[in-house]
C-alpha cells in the first residue's frame, strides 16, 4: 500500500481528522488528501466526511490494501478475485525474484492439494500462498509446512474451532474419541533450491471458511459450521503473522506441533513408496518426520505419506 494512503488510514482510525490537518501533517496538499481519500474509498475502505473532518468507520473489504492495512508481519499482498490456483502465481512470483509476498484470491478454479489431487475453492474461503526465501536447507523445509499448519490451527481456534493437525499437513476437527476428524484446511508447499539450500519456497494453504459443508467434499468442514463466520481480513492477517512469527523462530515449530496435534497417540497407517507402516504415532522429529512404533515394538520414522488414522485395537 501506497505509504501516504496507510499513514491517512492510521490518522482516520484514531478519530476524525480535518484535511487541513491531514495535508499539515504529511506535507502535501489539501487536493492530494481529497485523492488520497477518494482512492481509499475506492478501495472500499468506509470513510465518512463529518464537521469534524475525516472518519473510518469500517474496514469491511476483501482486497490487498485492506489485508495490508493493520497487518502486523512484513508481506505485501497479491490479490485475486479469482485465480487459477495460488501456488502456481506464486511460483511465478518467486520465480521472477520476489519474497514475501501472500497471493490471496477470494477463490480458485485450479486448486490442487498434495499428488496433483482437486481441491475445491469457491468464494467465500481463505486460499493464500506465501513466497518465502528461508536460509535453510531442503531437510528443514517441512519445519514450514508444520508451521503453516500450526499457525492455520492456532486462528482457528481463536475464531472458535476445535482445530487439530494431522500429519503432515491437514488441520482438522476431531469426531469423537478415536481419531476421527473432518478436513478443515490443507497445506501444499513447494520449493526450488540446490543440494545445500532452498531458493523459495511456497506453502499454499487453504481454509474452508465461510462455506457450507454441505457442498464440500465428503469429510469436510468448515468454520461456518463449525463455529459461524469469520472476517476473513483479519483471518487471513492472523494467519500470516502467526506464520511469520514460527518461520523466525523454526525450535519453536515442533514442540507448538506437538500441543495441537491430533494423530500423535493414534494407530496410524502411512502409505509411503517403501511400503505401508502400521503403528500407534508417538512423535514427530525435529524435521517434522513421523515417528511410528509398529506392532513389532519397532520404530520407523517417515518423511512423507498418506497418514491415515485407524481405529484402536
Given at each position: 500500500m501506497n505509504e501516504t494512503r496507510r499513514a491517512i488510514l492510521e490518522a482516520l482510525a484514531d478519530g476524525p481528522v480535518s484535511g487541513p490537518e491531514l495535508a499539515d501533517s504529511l506535507d502535501?496538499?489539501?487536493?492530494?488528501?481529497?485523492?488520497?481519500?477518494?482512492?481509499?474509498?475506492?478501495?472500499?475502505?468506509?470513510?465518512?466526511?463529518?464537521?469534524?473532518?475525516?472518519?473510518?468507520?469500517?474496514?469491511?473489504?476483501?482486497?490487498?490494501?485492506?489485508?495490508?492495512?493493520e497487518l502486523e508481519a512484513p508481506f505485501s499482498i497479491d490479490y485475486h478475485d479469482s485465480v487459477g490456483s495460488t501456488n502456481d502465481r506464486a511460483r511465478e512470483l518467486a520465480n521472477d525474484g520476489e519474497t514475501d509476498v501472500a497471493v490471496v484470491a477470494n477463490e480458485q478454479t485450479g486448486g490442487r492439494g498434495r499428488l496433483e489431487r482437486e481441491w475445491s475453492a469457491p468464494a467465500g474461503g481463505v486460499?493464500?500462498?506465501i513466497v518465502t526465501r528461508p536460509t535453510i536447507t531442503p531437510a528443514q523445509a517441512p519445519l514450514y509446512t508444520l508451521a503453516a499448519s500450526v499457525a492455520i490451527a492456532t486462528v482457528a481456534r481463536e475464531a472458535g474451532v476445535d482445530a487439530r493437525i494431522k500429519w503432515p499437513n491437514d488441520v482438522v476437527v476431531p469426531v469423537g474419541e478415536?481419531?476421527?476428524?473432518?478436513?478443515?484446511?490443507?497445506?501444499?508447499?513447494?520449493?526450488e533450491g540446490q543440494t545445500d539450500r532452498v531458493d523459495w519456497l511456497v506453502p499454499g494453504i487453504g481454509v474452508n471458511a465461510n462455506l457450507?459443508?454441505?457442498g464440500l467434499p465428503e469429510g469436510a468442514t468448515s468454520i461456518r459450521d463449525e463455529a459461524g463466520d469469520v472476517d476473513r481480513r483479519h483471518f487471513v492477517q492472523r494467519l500470516l503473522e502467526e506464520f511469520d512469527r514460527y518461520r523466525t523462530d523454526l525450535e519453536a515449530v515442533v514442540p507448538a506441533w506437538r500441543e495441537l496435534a491430533l494423530?500423535?497417540?493414534?494407530?496410524?497407517?502411512?502409505?509411503?513408496?517403501?511400503?505401508?507402516?502400521?503403528?500407534?504415532?508417538?512423535?514427530?522429529?525435529?524435521?517434522?518426520a513421523?515417528?511410528?512404533?509398529?506392532?513389532d515394538d519397532e520404530r520407523v520414522t517417515v518423511s512423507a505419506g498418506d497418514c491415515e488414522h485407524l481405529r484402536p485395537v
Amino acid at each position: 500500500m501506497n505509504e501516504t494512503r496507510r499513514a491517512i488510514l492510521e490518522a482516520l482510525a484514531d478519530g476524525p481528522v480535518s484535511g487541513p490537518e491531514l495535508a499539515d501533517s504529511l506535507d502535501i496538499s489539501r487536493a492530494a488528501v481529497w485523492k488520497h481519500i477518494e482512492g481509499l474509498r475506492e478501495a472500499e475502505f468506509e470513510i465518512e466526511s463529518g464537521a469534524n473532518g475525516y472518519e473510518l468507520t469500517a474496514v469491511d473489504a476483501y482486497n490487498a490494501p485492506a489485508i495490508e492495512f493493520e497487518l502486523e508481519a512484513p508481506f505485501s499482498i497479491d490479490y485475486h478475485d479469482s485465480v487459477g490456483s495460488t501456488n502456481d502465481r506464486a511460483r511465478e512470483l518467486a520465480n521472477d525474484g520476489e519474497t514475501d509476498v501472500a497471493v490471496v484470491a477470494n477463490e480458485q478454479t485450479g486448486g490442487r492439494g498434495r499428488l496433483e489431487r482437486e481441491w475445491s475453492a469457491p468464494a467465500g474461503g481463505v486460499w493464500v500462498s506465501i513466497v518465502t526465501r528461508p536460509t535453510i536447507t531442503p531437510a528443514q523445509a517441512p519445519l514450514y509446512t508444520l508451521a503453516a499448519s500450526v499457525a492455520i490451527a492456532t486462528v482457528a481456534r481463536e475464531a472458535g474451532v476445535d482445530a487439530r493437525i494431522k500429519w503432515p499437513n491437514d488441520v482438522v476437527v476431531p469426531v469423537g474419541e478415536d481419531g476421527d476428524y473432518r478436513k478443515l484446511a490443507g497445506i501444499l508447499t513447494e520449493m526450488e533450491g540446490q543440494t545445500d539450500r532452498v531458493d523459495w519456497l511456497v506453502p499454499g494453504i487453504g481454509v474452508n471458511a465461510n462455506l457450507d459443508s454441505d457442498g464440500l467434499p465428503e469429510g469436510a468442514t468448515s468454520i461456518r459450521d463449525e463455529a459461524g463466520d469469520v472476517d476473513r481480513r483479519h483471518f487471513v492477517q492472523r494467519l500470516l503473522e502467526e506464520f511469520d512469527r514460527y518461520r523466525t523462530d523454526l525450535e519453536a515449530v515442533v514442540p507448538a506441533w506437538r500441543e495441537l496435534a491430533l494423530t500423535l497417540g493414534q494407530r496410524v497407517r502411512v502409505e509411503r513408496s517403501a511400503g505401508e507402516v502400521v503403528g500407534e504415532a508417538i512423535d514427530v522429529t525435529d524435521s517434522g518426520a513421523l515417528v511410528i512404533e509398529t506392532d513389532d515394538d519397532e520404530r520407523v520414522t517417515v518423511s512423507a505419506g498418506d497418514c491415515e488414522h485407524l481405529r484402536p485395537v
